[in-house]
């Protein structure tokens, strides 16, 4: 049987999911009545944003030179965020198209998934795509040079299409016949050894959980009975197929083939991705990849109580469908039960919430997005901490860690001096400058990784005027001056509002959020302190008038004496007020201070 396993990999917005159109339409797989704009992307979010979220598995059946081959593409994602799905689609082929834009060239996460494509030691061929947007032939030779210097190829090797007309996109496909290596068909003994890899998963209500399945060895039908080496579930498969790019039933799937089978199991996490499927308990699991590791954590609560159920079953299921994401219950006195997540980034998070919106019609309360810190105590305990409410007394603590990134940024060598003076900000360290071509480099950084959570990114394009990208990777975890800043309302702490930051920064976090409060914190009929605070001590502070009564609109004369008394009876009663009273915040409080 010929068969090519085979992905594209590239940046962000360089074109995968519109060149995979093209191969749909070359190969007959969909046809023209059908044809829609980023075909492979299912979510209405991808389409509307431009992005590829989730990766999309399709097989085409293409002629070449009298032989019929069957090439099974999977279009994955660009975003730094979800390369853990690119990790996972790349351990399921063997060769990898690696696109580049010819109006933005090499983008830092070229760079980065060239890196794994590598370490899955794969067959890589460098495609130019958007050449009709390109009319300088100069620089198309120079670009040439650059991706041919990443994949290993010779300068006129290097492919140049155009996706959006079509142009030389079959002559990519008689490429991946002729260069990927055919996967190695593995003849299992009779029944006796079946393997196959999940490289993804979903769930659906009537067949339970879709395993999407490379199988290494042997083959699998209908009503066979195999294992979940992690879970050590047995499965009764009901149902066997490819994906054209719907789901279409096929007989069986032999070794070498990408395809799916339906389990039936409706717990989500008895199927886990990364997991082998196997004939029997005791054969050996295949080498997989590593489980992601969260960055980013967040707290998610449901707008009302009454809802926690129901967003723990959306978890569940979009957990299925996401293997990065992490998710354990947690309660917090202002919000009630939610969820803290982890998360790959700070898209990831933002991806989460509207599809936790969009497919189970979950409205959520997010907190402020934090990292995972490690706090060694005067006892010797380490702590693994994740939110500022399991912040110990700064009398136990010895030391603060938290995680450092590799940070690399691409960029013209014409934006240098802007990039170094917007990396000064922040606590980023210079490690060394890679050289990439005459006019452009990579400038590599180590910084906190608390440091890009929030706005790095938007002010790196913003100084280099969309030319520079970022990529980065965990490093490990360093000592830091950190402290926990508490926000007090009326004197009563708000844990839900409480940050660990930077000492250095503390100051200028406690008044932007204290400003931020008093637009938002509905006025009493008492005034209302707003602080900041670092181990009880004051940092920063605003008052919320309180809400005034006119007492003396009854009066139609006599003495100004009248009035005051009145006056200073009304004064006299806000201040006894203010010293029993508390402030009773409303859940629309949380929900505009955390989207601010």
């Known amino acids: 049987m010929n068969i090519r396993n085979f992905v594209i990999i590239a940046h962000i917005d360089h074109g995968k999911s519109t060149l995979a159109d093209r191969f749909l339409e070359v190969t007959g797989t969909v ?124 300068p006129e090797e290097i492919l140049t299409v155009s996706a959006k007309t079509g142009l030389n996109a079959e002559a990519i496909l008689e490429k991946v016949i002729k260069e990927f290596p055919a996967p190695r068909i593995e003849i299992s003994d009779g029944e006796k050894s079946f393997h196959a890899l999940v490289f993804d998963s979903h769930f659906d209500a009537y067949k339970g959980v879709l395993a999407y399945i490379r199988v290494i060895e042997g083959e699998i039908s209908k009503q066979k009975t195999i294992i979940a080496l992690a879970s050590k579930s047995k499965i009764q498969i009901l149902e066997t197929g490819v ?55 967040a707290s998610f609560y449901p707008e009302t109580a009454d809802d ?51 497919e189970y019609n979950r409205d959520v309360i997010i907190t402020t997005p934090t990292v995972s810190y490690k706090i060694k105590t005067r006892k010797g305990d380490i702590l693994e901490i994740f939110t500022p409410a399991d912040w110990p007394d700064l009398a136990q603590i010895e030391s603060v860690e938290e995680p450092w990134i590799n940070l690399g940024i691409l960029l013209p060598s014409r934006y240098l001096g802007n990039i170094m003076k917007l990396v000064g900000n922040y606590r980023g360290i210079y ?31 913003s100084v280099s005027e969309g030319y520079a990208s970022m990529n980065y990777d965990f490093s490990g975890f360093k000592t ?24 250095e920064k503390a100051y200028h976090e406690g008044n932007s959020m204290v400003k931020k409060l008093k637009e938002i914190v509905p006025k009493q009929y008492f005034p209302v302190a707003l602080q900041a605070a670092i181990s009880g001590k004051v940092i920063a502070r605003e008052t919320i008038s309180a809400m005034r009564k006119d007492v003396t609109g009854y009066l139609y004369g006599g003495d100004v004496t009248r009035k005051n008394k009145l006056l200073d009876k009304q004064k006299k009663g806000k201040k006894k007020r203010a010293a029993f009273s508390r402030v009773q915040l409303e859940s629309n409080v949380y929900l505009k201070m955390f989207r601010n």
């Open 480 to 503: 830091g001056n950190l402290v926990k800043l508490q926000i007090l309302i009326a004197g009563e702490p708000v844990e839900a509002f409480s940050k660990i930051v930077s000492k």
């Open 431 to 461: 490690n060394h400058t890679d050289y990439l071509g005459l006019e452009h480099l990579i400038l590599n950084f180590n910084m906190p990784l608390s440091d890009i959570l929030v706005d790095f990114h938007d002010r790196l394009k």
């Open 243 to 297: 994906f054209k790019p719907e789901l279409v039933t096929v007989g069986k799937l032999s070794s070498g083939e990408i395809g799916y089978i339906a389990t039936g199991l409706k717990n989500p996490e008895l199927i886990r991705v990364g997991d082998t499927l196997a004939s029997s308990q005791s054969a050996n699991p295949l080498p997989g990849y590593n489980e992601p590791k969260s960055m980013v954590w």
């Open 308 to 358: 926690f159920d129901l967003l723990k079953d959306a978890l569940g299921k979009l957990k299925l469908n996401d293997a990065a994401l992490h998710y354990e219950p947690e309660t917090q006195e202002a919000l009630g039960r939610g969820f803290r997540l982890g998360f790959l980034g700070m898209l990831h998070l933002d991806i989460t919430a509207e599809r936790l919106k969009r």
């Open 31 to 154: 046809t023209q009545r059908k044809m829609r704009e980023q075909f492979l992307d299912q979510m209405d979010l991808e389409r509307e944003r431009g992005i590829t979220i989730k990766m999309q598995p399709v097989r085409m059946n293409f002629n070449y030179n009298g032989e019929e081959y069957i090439l099974n593409l999977i279009d994955t994602p660009g975003h730094v965020d979800f390369t853990y799905e690119v990790s996972r689609a790349l351990a399921a082929v063997e060769g990898a198209i690696l696109l580049v834009d010819a109006t933005q060239g090499i983008q830092a996460q070229t760079i980065a998934n060239l890196h794994l494509a590598k370490k899955e030691n794969l067959k890589i061929i460098g495609v130019i795509n958007k050449i009709d947007l390109v009319n300088d032939s100069e620089k198309l030779e120079g670009l040439k040079q650059e991706v041919a210097k990443l994949t290993g190829q010779k």
